[in-house]
C-alpha cells in the first residue's frame, strides 16, 4: 500500500462566501457589440483548397485608440520551411504519415473600408498580418476589412489537414490577435500546447461542400441548401472564441437535447457509440451543475483522425481516432468538455498561462468522475499515480540534467522538451487544483470555480482571476500557495 504525502507550504483556515449561480451573462447579451466575421467558404476537392471570402467588422472595444490590427495566419507554420513546428519530432512521422505535405493560406486581396498605411507580414515565417491605419480608429467605432484568399490543407493528421476519415479545419482564417496590456499577442505557433489565444466575436459562416460531405461546425446551422451535388450550410456562432469545423463523408450523427443544448456525436467505425454520447451527455450534465450553465444550443464531439488526443474549440471538439480503450476515449471526451468552460467560456491566454485551462481541464475529469461513480474510476488512484508520475519525471530530469524548472508561468516555447510542458501542465496543473481542494475543502473549491466562471465568462481570465476567486470564498490571502506552485518552489513528493 502507498501513502502519499503532498508538501504544501501553508495551512488555512477559512470562513465562507457566497458564490450563487446568479449574475450570467447570456451569449445574446454578450454578442452585442462584437467584432463579426463573415465567411462564404468554398471547399475544393480536388486540390484540397478553401476559397474564402472574408469580411470582418472590428469593433474597438479597448480603451484605446487603434492604429494598427494584427491577424494570426496560422496555416503559414505548416509551411515546409517554416521556422515554427506544427507538431513534436516524436509525433512527427504520426501526423504526417504519407511524408511531408504542405499547409498555407495565400492572401489575395485586403480590402478596408478605412485608409490604410500599410500591410505587412511579420516573423520569417510571415504568419503574423499587420494592417495600420491612417487614422486610429476611437473606442466604439468599426472598421471593415475584407479579405480573399486561399486556404491549402495539408495531408496531416492535425488540428488542421486532411487525413484517411476526416478534414480537420481548425486555425484555418486571419483571427485577430488579442491586444492585452497595451500590446498585441502574436506568438507564433508551436507544437507543445494549444498555441492560441483570442477575444470572443461573433461568427456567420457558409460552407459550400461536395454534396457527400458531413459537416460538424462551431455554432448552430441556420440553413441547409443541396442542389446539384453541392451542399451549402450556414452557420452562426455569437460570442465564441474561434471558429472550426470537420468534414467526413464517413460520418455517422447521433443526437440528443440535454438541458436545452443539441449534443451531437459525429463518428465513424464506432461501436460505442451510445456510449460516447452518453459521457458527452453526462459531461454536459455534470459541469452545468459543477461550474454553471454552458449557455450555447450546440456542442459537437467529433471522432477525427488527429494526432494527439483531442482538441477544443468553441461548441465542437475532436476526438482522436487513435485513441481505442473505451476508457481512454471517454476521459478524453471529458477533458475536451471541460474546456468548453476552461479556455472556450472563460479565455485564458493558452500560450503564456496553459496550467490555468489544462490543469482545470484535468481537474475536471477528476471531478466528473466523483459525481458519476458509474464510470468505476477511482479518483484517488488518479492523484497518486500522477503524483508518482511527476516526481518520477522530476528525480529523472534532475539526474540527468542537475536541475528542472518546475515553474508553471513559462511561454510554451520556453519548455525545454514536450514531455515537460506535459507534466509542468497537465499534471502539475491537475496536482495544483487538488491540493488547493485538499487546503480550503471541496464545498469552497466548487463555490470558488463558479465565481471564477460567473466573472470571467466570455471575458479573458488570468491567474490572478482565479486567485481573486478563491480569496475571496475563503476570505483570505491565497497569493503565498499559489506562487509556490506557480513559481516552481513547491515540493511534491511521494512517501512509499
Ligand atoms: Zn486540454
Same mark, same amino acid.
Given at each position: 500500500m502507498k501513502k502519499i504525502l503532498l508538501l504544501i507550504c501553508l495551512i488555512f483556515s477559512c470562513c465562507c462566501v457566497c458564490a450563487c449561480n446568479h449574475g450570467y451573462t447570456s451569449v445574446s447579451e454578450a454578442s452585442k457589440g462584437l467584432s463579426t466575421y463573415k465567411m462564404n467558404i468554398e471547399y475544393l476537392e480536388s486540390s484540397k483548397t478553401l476559397n474564402v471570402l472574408q469580411n470582418l467588422t472590428y469593433v474597438n472595444n479597448e480603451n484605446t485608440q487603434i492604429k494598427e490590427l494584427y491577424f494570426h495566419l496560422y496555416p503559414k507554420s505548416f509551411n515546409l520551411d517554416s521556422e515554427s513546428q506544427v507538431v513534436g519530432i516524436l509525433n512527427k512521422a504520426k501526423a504526417y504519415y504519407n511524408g511531408e505535405s504542405e499547409g498555407d493560406i495565400e492572401i489575395n486581396s485586403i480590402q478596408c473600408s478605412e485608409e490604410t498605411l500599410a500591410m505587412t507580414y511579420v516573423h520569417n515565417d510571415q504568419d503574423i498580418l499587420k494592417i495600420e491605419f491612417n487614422d486610429p480608429i476611437e473606442p466604439l467605432d468599426s472598421v471593415d476589412l475584407s479579405f480573399e484568399y486561399v486556404v491549402t490543407l495539408p495531408n496531416c493528421n492535425h488540428r488542421f489537414g486532411y487525413g484517411e476519415n476526416t478534414i480537420n479545419v481548425g486555425n484555418f482564417y486571419p483571427i485577430l490577435a488579442v491586444y492585452d496590456n497595451g500590446e498585441y499577442m502574436i506568438d507564433s505557433y508551436h507544437s507543445n500546447g494549444d498555441p492560441f489565444y483570442s477575444d470572443v466575436a461573433n461568427y456567420e459562416v457558409e460552407i459550400n461542400v461536395p454534396e457527400k460531405y458531413v459537416i460538424a461546425a462551431t455554432g448552430y446551422e441556420e440553413e441547409v441548401q443541396q442542389n446539384e451535388g453541392v451542399k451549402i450550410v450556414r452557420y452562426a456562432a455569437k460570442a465564441v472564441r474561434d471558429f472550426a469545423f470537420v468534414l467526413s463523408e464517413k460520418f455517422e450523427v447521433v443526437s440528443a437535447n440535454i438541458e436545452g443544448v443539441d449534443v451531437k456525436y459525429y463518428y465513424y467505425d464506432d461501436p460505442n457509440f451510445e456510449s460516447n454520447l452518453q459521457t458527452s451527455i453526462d459531461s454536459l450534465v455534470t459541469f452545468n451543475e459543477l461550474f454553471g450553465e454552458y449557455p450555447y444550443s450546440t456542442l459537437s464531439v467529433v471522432k477525427a483522425n488527429f494526432v494527439h488526443g483531442g482538441m477544443e474549440y468553441p461548441n465542437l471538439v475532436y476526438i482522436s481516432d $487513435?485513441? =481505442?480503450n473505451l476508457e481512454d476515449y471517454a476521459n478524453v471526451i471529458i477533458h475536451e468538455i471541460a474546456h468548453q468552460w476552461w479556455y472556450g467560456l472563460v479565455g485564458n491566454n493558452e500560450y503564456q498561462n496553459s496550467w490555468l485551462d489544462e490543469g482545470l481541464a484535468e481537474f475536471s475529469t477528476v471531478l466528473f468522475y466523483e459525481k458519476n461513480p458509474s464510470y468505476n474510476i477511482d479518483t484517488g488512484e488518479i492523484i497518486k499515480n500522477i503524483t508518482k508520475s511527476y516526481t518520477t519525471f522530476v528525480d529523472l530530469y534532475s539526474s540527468v540534467l542537475g536541475e528542472v524548472d518546475t515553474s508553471?508561468?513559462?511561454?510554451?516555447? $520556453?519548455? =525545454?522538451?514536450e514531455p515537460e510542458y506535459v507534466y509542468i501542465t497537465y499534471v502539475k496543473g491537475n496536482l495544483l487544483f487538488n491540493t488547493l481542494r485538499t487546503t480550503i475543502g471541496q464545498d469552497k473549491l466548487i463555490k470558488a470555480l463558479k465565481l471564477y466562471f460567473r466573472d470571467n465568462m466570455f471575458k479573458i481570465a488570468t491567474p490572478e482571476d482565479l486567485i481573486f476567486a478563491v480569496e475571496k470564498v475563503c476570505g483570505m490571502d491565497m497569493q503565498e500557495f499559489f506562487n509556490s506552485w506557480i513559481l516552481g518552489k513547491v515540493k511534491i513528493l511521494e512517501n512509499i
Open positions: $487513435e485513441v =481505442n508553471m508561468n513559462r511561454k510554451l516555447n $520556453e519548455y =525545454n522538451t
